[in-house]
């Protein structure tokens, strides 16, 4: 019998524009204590590339998640990624593709339309659609982050899908009541929703208290 009592949130990140949302929800996570599996699919890696101009290398995946993460926040600790688990995109006989993996649920962030046709019609076509299917089978917490514009009937169809089988759907829309007047603050925010819906403590924005006004003194400049 086993001895390890790790029971980690897996982070599933598709090639959707917007993997600054996926850098911010994995140093909240870990900030938090929450352990971390990473599941990078491959068009994800081109869109790293793209909006960073950072290499995700699987041989050299600790580095480079090191360096994508540390890229709009200099302050992050790399001796935090200790408790990080990287699993292949192409490598089924991972372990969070079995349900008796202890993980205690996924996000998705940020989804792409063809992830969430393949999570909504459980194809598995990798190891990030796998998981997903497996987390909604044993009935553990699933967000979908989903970051497209405009959305098609099709993708409507999927998403209402995931919602009847118990998957959050959170799209990628930053709220502008929590003052964020930066890409960082309004990044956050989205991150900060995903936690909120799995229940994970942070510090990511600004909560609503019921005062009017207060968004416009947070993010006015000071005098």
Same mark, same amino acid.
């Given at each position: 019998?086993? #001895?390890?009592?790790?029971?980690?949130?897996?982070?599933?990140?598709?090639?959707?524009? $917007?993997?600054?949302?996926?850098?911010? &929800?994995?140093?909240?996570?870990?900030? =938090?204590?929450?352990?971390?599996?990473?599941?990078?699919?491959?068009?994800?890696?081109?869109?790293?590339?793209?909006? #960073? !101009?950072?290499? %995700?290398?699987?041989?050299?995946?600790?580095?480079?998640?090191?360096?994508?993460?540390?890229?709009?926040?200099? !302050?992050?600790?790399? !001796?935090?990624?200790?408790?990080?688990?990287?699993?292949? @995109?192409?490598?089924?006989?991972?372990?969070?593709?079995?349900?008796?993996?202890?993980?205690?649920?996924?996000?998705? &962030?940020?989804?792409?339309?063809?992830?969430? =046709?393949?999570?909504?019609?459980?194809?598995?076509?990798?190891?990030?659609?796998? +998981?997903?299917? &497996?987390?909604?089978?044993?009935?553990?917490?699933? +967000?979908?982050? +989903?970051?497209?514009?405009?959305?098609? !009937?099709?993708?409507?169809?999927?998403?209402?899908?995931?919602?009847?089988?118990?998957? &959050? +759907?959170?799209?990628?829309?930053?709220? %502008?009541?929590?003052?964020?007047?930066?890409?960082?603050?309004?990044?956050?925010?989205?991150?900060?929703?995903?936690?909120?819906?799995?229940?994970?403590?942070?510090?990511?924005?600004?909560?609503?208290? $019921?005062?009017? $006004?207060?968004?416009?003194?947070?993010? @006015?400049?000071?005098?």
């Amino acid at each position: 019998m086993g #001895t390890d009592k790790r029971q980690p949130w897996v982070v599933g990140v598709s090639g959707a524009s $917007g993997t600054p949302y996926a850098a911010s &929800v994995i140093r909240a996570l870990l900030a =938090a204590g929450e352990p971390v599996d990473l599941v990078v699919s491959r068009a994800a890696r081109l869109t790293i590339l793209d909006e #960073t !101009g950072i290499a %995700f290398r699987d041989a050299h995946w600790r580095t480079d998640l090191a360096t994508w993460l540390a890229a709009d926040d200099v !302050g992050f600790d790399p !001796g935090r990624l200790a408790d990080v688990r990287y699993w292949a @995109a192409g490598d089924f006989a991972a372990g969070p593709s079995s349900g008796s993996y202890p993980a205690k649920g996924m996000l998705v &962030v940020p989804a792409t339309t063809g992830a969430v =046709a393949g999570i909504a019609l459980g194809l598995s076509k990798d190891l990030l659609q796998r +998981v997903a299917s &497996v987390t909604l089978k044993e009935r553990r917490p699933l +967000v979908v982050c +989903v970051r497209e514009a405009p959305l098609n !009937g099709v993708t409507l169809k999927h998403l209402v899908e995931l919602d009847a089988q118990g998957a &959050v +759907v959170l799209p990628a829309s930053p709220g %502008f009541y929590a003052g964020g007047s930066t890409v960082r603050e309004l990044v956050d925010f989205v991150a900060g929703r995903v936690l909120d819906a799995v229940g994970v403590p942070h510090a990511l924005y600004r909560r609503w208290e $019921g005062e009017l $006004g207060a968004a416009a003194r947070h993010s @006015a400049p000071p005098e």
